[in-house]
């Protein structure tokens, strides 16, 4: 099986959450119906799933330290 790339496979693991079939996503991404599967049963023997979406740096201070700050302004 070629390398897909993860895009690809994103695509593949998005079209399935929203629930079409395996030849559907195929057909719209132009790839093998084969190759999809493949990507499925690999994330179903895994039990993968999307990262959660990244909500940003974690704060520079701590609670208390920002309450020691707004005092001190």
């Known amino acids: ?3 897909l790339i993860s895009k690809i ?3 593949i693991i998005y079209g399935k959450k929203c629930g079409q079939s395996g030849r559907t996503i195929a057909k719209q991404l132009k ?3 084969m190759a999809v599967y493949k990507v499925l049963q690999h994330l179903h023997e895994t039990d993968f799933s999307l990262p959660k979406k ?3 740096s974690s704060p520079l201070l701590n609670t208390p330290s920002r309450q020691e700050l707004k005092a001190f302004v």
Do not use: D, L, S, V
């Open 1 to 3: 099986m070629k390398a």
């Open 9 to 11: 496979c994103n695509a």
């Open 31 to 33: 790839c093998g119906k």
């Open 54 to 56: 990244w909500t940003g």
